[in-house]
């Protein structure tokens, strides 16, 4: 087998990465902040006012995210050697086949394949680089070739096999840095590069690199910290990737909710539901790629990768993009669908490629920047409003799962909506509360409710069809105010900021423990029943599972996701839903939480009451009606 050796210069641009020995692991020394940190101040407080100034800015954004997050990965090898396995033609007949084996290090000899879809044409050849678990057999190898690109994919398992507690053969290489799955990965695509740079057929002015979900996490690390790598495309990527930890969607994968834990440093979960203490987010990865090339691919249905988050960093990100003069570089797109590397994201992926590399505008016209298209939820069939009794006190609560705990365990008796609030009941408390105006937000126009202004009044009016569906678009502080015009429930003060539900309170949102005992425990066997699994990427097949709760609780297996009154972290609201499947953990799956402020089309309520409670109050108490930002709100 032929051998080659790369020649590895000794200047090259790749992020330096220090140690960041120092930084603080106590949460004591890390002041919550619940907005996205400023990327615009020093750590010593002080503004950057100027380009240059950014640039030193910059350096302070590589030491938390690697520290904290990822783990110290090795500097870059001596040498890069590479051993040709095989060539072949590739079916289409349009290019070859090379099958390689990178020798990383003349002393620690890692060993790593890659396989070359090589056009037929002359170069200079621009390049993709995909990383994949399994090599060969590529469904888009043609359609980059036929463009003259160079498509490469590199298998990240000969590096790191991610597996939990497995140390990979880079880890054992270079025990001296305590890199975790990611940053091995990364590593990874960025010796991809050292092999580009003995090639005399390649433009290393148009290199671009991709991932999807963990790939996707792995593709945005390697292109923010080298910056050889002109154009970065995460795909999916959620938390670790484009996602921000602080602003999460309903359903969203969050750094306590995550079952990878191998992937990322261990000292990464002292934040765990305590997000409002990182000393980043991932804002700070982005604009490490700035002014690169950076497009984000997200499918609104895939609320796991949370794209709500992505549109969050990247909007956030903005104003760097801005300060190069290169705001047309920093892109977003948004597609129905579930989690997947769909035929539509390889289509936008290579027009954006076109476009960065050649200046050429995309066929379909689109632009690569959209706020992120709502998905409105099919109507449910609901039904009339009603609440059903939850007795059996002392229960115990269900089994302890891991980063999740353990849930149901309910002292005393209450009822609980057998729906959730409906567009219709919703509709009754706007012609109340925002009759002649709206100042706390109640009414969202993207409701399936039409509103219309008569005599000097608002009038508000569910569409026939859907007037029993649940009601969407709904706040946390929605949900309250609505139960403070029930029945005086809560006490709202500072802004919002501090909520309290009283003593004597009638009508209120169920905190988790009384949402999960209704939903599963079963009294006749007194134990726990499962949800009823689902394929979490088919939201259309969600209305043919069984939703009906022992107690009689409906719509529970439907893709909106409820409010609950329970507070976890120090910023966030929890949200439940019987529709998600996550990992092993079953019925507590369907458990995340989310910013109070959030209103999205996939996010409703019901209301719990005291067991003895009587009828409604139709009087709308302003007091419980504080003005509130909505930042978040969409």
């Given at each position: 087998?032929?051998?080659?050796?790369?020649?590895?210069?000794?200047?090259?641009?790749?992020?330096?990465?220090?140690?960041?020995?120092?930084?603080?692991?106590?949460?004591?020394?890390?002041?919550?902040?619940?907005?996205?940190?400023?990327?615009?101040?020093?750590?010593?407080?002080?503004?950057?006012?100027?380009?240059?100034?950014?640039?030193?800015?910059?350096?302070?954004?590589?030491?938390?995210?690697?520290?904290?997050?990822?783990?110290?990965?090795?500097?870059?090898?001596?040498?890069?050697?590479?051993?040709?396995?095989?060539?072949?033609?590739?079916?289409?007949?349009?290019?070859?086949?090379?099958?390689?084996?990178?020798?990383?290090?003349?002393?620690?000899?890692?060993?790593?394949?890659?396989?070359?879809?090589?056009?037929?044409?002359?170069?200079?050849?621009?390049?993709?680089?995909?990383?994949?678990?399994?090599?060969?057999?590529?469904?888009?190898?043609?359609?980059?070739?036929?463009?003259?690109?160079?498509?490469?994919?590199?298998?990240?398992?000969?590096?790191?096999?991610?597996?939990?507690?497995?140390?990979?053969?880079?880890?054992?290489?270079?025990?001296?840095?305590?890199?975790?799955?990611?940053?091995?990965?990364?590593?990874?695509?960025?010796?991809?590069?050292?092999?580009?740079?003995?090639?005399?057929?390649?433009?290393?002015?148009?290199?671009?690199?991709?991932?999807?979900?963990?790939?996707?996490?792995?593709?945005?690390?390697?292109?923010?910290?080298?910056?050889?790598?002109?154009?970065?495309?995460?795909?999916?990527?959620?938390?670790?990737?484009?996602?921000?930890?602080?602003?999460?969607?309903?359903?969203?994968?969050?750094?306590?909710?995550?079952?990878?834990?191998?992937?990322?440093?261990?000292?990464?979960r002292i934040f765990a539901e305590k997000e409002a203490h990182l000393p980043f987010?991932?804002h700070f990865l982005k604009a490490l790629v700035a002014p690169r090339g950076l497009?984000?691919?997200?499918?609104?249905?895939?609320?796991?990768?949370?794209?709500?988050?992505?549109?969050?960093?990247?909007?956030?990100?903005?104003?760097?993009?801005?300060?190069?003069?290169?705001?047309?570089?920093?892109?977003?797109?948004?597609?129905?669908?579930?989690?997947?590397?769909?035929?539509?994201?390889?289509?936008?992926?290579?027009?954006?490629?076109?476009?960065?590399?050649?200046?050429?505008?995309?066929?379909?016209?689109?632009?690569?920047?959209?706020?992120?298209?709502?998905?409105?939820?099919?109507?449910?069939?609901?039904?009339?409003?009603?609440?059903?009794?939850?007795?059996?006190?002392?229960?115990?609560?269900?089994?302890?799962?891991?980063?999740?705990?353990?849930?149901?365990?309910?002292?005393?008796?209450?009822?609980?909506?057998?729906?959730?609030?409906?567009?219709?009941?919703?509709?009754?408390?706007?012609?109340?509360?925002?009759?002649?105006?709206?100042?706390?937000?109640?009414?969202?126009?993207?409701?399936?409710?039409?509103?219309?202004?008569?005599?000097?009044?608002?009038?508000?009016?569910?569409?026939?069809?859907?007037?029993?569906?649940?009601?969407?678009?709904?706040?946390?502080?929605?949900?309250?105010?609505?139960?403070?015009?029930?029945?005086?429930?809560?006490?709202?003060?500072?802004?919002?900021?501090?909520?309290?539900?009283?003593?004597?309170?009638?009508?209120?949102?169920?905190?988790?423990?009384?949402?999960?005992?209704?939903?599963?425990?079963?009294?006749?066997?007194?134990?726990?029943?499962?949800?009823?699994?689902?394929?979490?990427?088919?939201?259309?097949?969600?209305?043919?599972?069984?939703?009906?709760?022992?107690?009689?609780?409906?719509?529970?297996?439907?893709?909106?996701?409820?409010?609950?009154?329970?507070?976890?972290?120090?910023?966030f609201r929890g949200i439940r839903s019987d529709s998600w499947f996550q990992g092993?953990?079953?019925?507590?799956?369907?458990?995340?939480?989310?910013?109070?402020?959030?209103?999205?089309?996939?996010?409703?309520?019901?209301?719990?009451?005291?067991?003895?409670?009587?009828?409604?109050?139709?009087?709308?108490?302003?007091?419980?009606?504080?003005?509130?930002?909505?930042?978040?709100?969409?």
């Open positions: 087998m032929p051998f080659r050796k790369i020649l590895i210069p000794l200047l090259w641009t790749t992020i330096t990465i220090s140690a960041a020995k120092g930084l603080p692991t106590n949460l004591k020394d890390l002041p919550p902040q619940n907005s996205l940190p400023d990327l615009f101040k020093f750590n010593d407080g002080t503004k950057v006012t100027s380009l240059a100034e950014w640039k030193e800015r910059r350096k302070e954004l590589v030491e938390p995210l690697m520290f904290y997050q990822y783990g110290s990965i090795p500097p870059r090898p001596d040498e890069v050697t590479f051993r040709t396995d095989k060539e072949k033609n590739h079916s289409s007949g349009i290019g070859k086949e090379h099958w390689l084996t990178l020798i990383i290090g003349s002393k620690r000899k890692l060993e790593m394949r890659i396989v070359i879809y090589e056009p037929k044409t002359p170069g200079p050849h621009p390049v993709i680089i995909e990383e994949e678990g399994s090599l060969g057999g590529s469904k888009n190898a043609e359609r980059f070739m036929k463009k003259n690109y160079l498509f490469i994919e590199y298998a990240r398992h000969d590096l790191d096999p991610d597996r939990k507690n497995t140390a990979g053969p880079a880890q054992k290489a270079y025990p001296e840095h305590d890199w975790e799955t990611l940053a091995v990965w990364a590593w990874g695509g960025m010796r991809v590069v050292d092999y580009l740079e003995g090639r005399n057929d390649v433009d290393m002015q148009s290199i671009a690199i991709t991932g999807h979900s963990r790939g996707g996490k792995m593709a945005l690390l390697a292109g923010a910290l080298d910056e050889r790598i002109s154009l970065v495309i995460p795909n999916g990527s959620g938390a670790g990737g484009a996602g921000s930890s602080r602003v999460l969607g309903p359903g969203a994968e969050s750094i306590g909710m995550n079952d990878k834990p191998h992937w990322y440093h261990p000292r990464i987010d991932q497009l984000c691919i997200e499918s609104t249905d895939d609320l796991y990768a949370n794209p709500l988050g992505t549109y969050a960093t990247s909007n956030a990100v903005m104003p760097v993009y801005e300060l190069y003069n290169k705001a047309n570089r920093n892109a977003i797109r948004f597609r129905r669908g579930g989690h997947t590397f769909s035929e539509a994201d390889w289509t936008s992926l290579l027009d954006f490629a076109e476009l960065t590399f050649y200046d050429k505008a995309p066929v379909d016209g689109q632009s690569f920047w959209q706020i992120p298209a709502e998905v409105t939820p099919s109507p449910d069939s609901g039904g009339s409003p009603g609440f059903v009794k939850v007795g059996n006190t002392q229960n115990k609560e269900d089994y302890n799962y891991p980063r999740v705990g353990s849930f149901g365990s309910v002292n005393h008796e209450y009822e609980i909506g057998q729906y959730k609030v409906s567009n219709a009941e919703y509709s009754n408390f706007l012609n109340q509360a925002a009759q002649k105006s709206d100042p706390n937000g109640l009414f969202n126009p993207k409701m399936r409710i039409r509103k219309e202004l008569k005599d000097g009044k608002f009038i508000y009016h569910p569409y026939p069809a859907t007037a029993n569906a649940a009601v969407t678009y709904v706040s946390w502080f929605d949900a309250l105010k609505y139960c403070n015009w029930l029945g005086e429930s809560y006490l709202i003060s500072d802004q919002g900021r501090k909520v309290q539900r009283k003593s004597n309170a009638k009508y209120y949102l169920p905190t988790e423990d009384e949402w999960y005992k209704a939903c599963y425990y079963d009294p006749k066997n007194k134990k726990y029943k499962l949800y009823p699994l689902r394929d979490a990427h088919r939201i259309e097949n969600s209305n043919k599972l069984p939703s009906k709760s022992s107690y009689g609780m409906m719509e529970t297996s439907d893709h909106i996701w409820e409010w609950t009154e329970s507070k976890v972290g120090e910023a092993n953990n079953r019925q507590a799956a369907g458990r995340y939480y989310s910013n109070p402020d959030l209103e999205l089309g996939h996010l409703g309520f019901r209301v719990a009451r005291s067991a003895s409670a009587g009828t409604k109050k139709t009087e709308i108490k302003n007091a419980g009606l504080l003005k509130r930002a909505r930042r978040f709100s969409r």
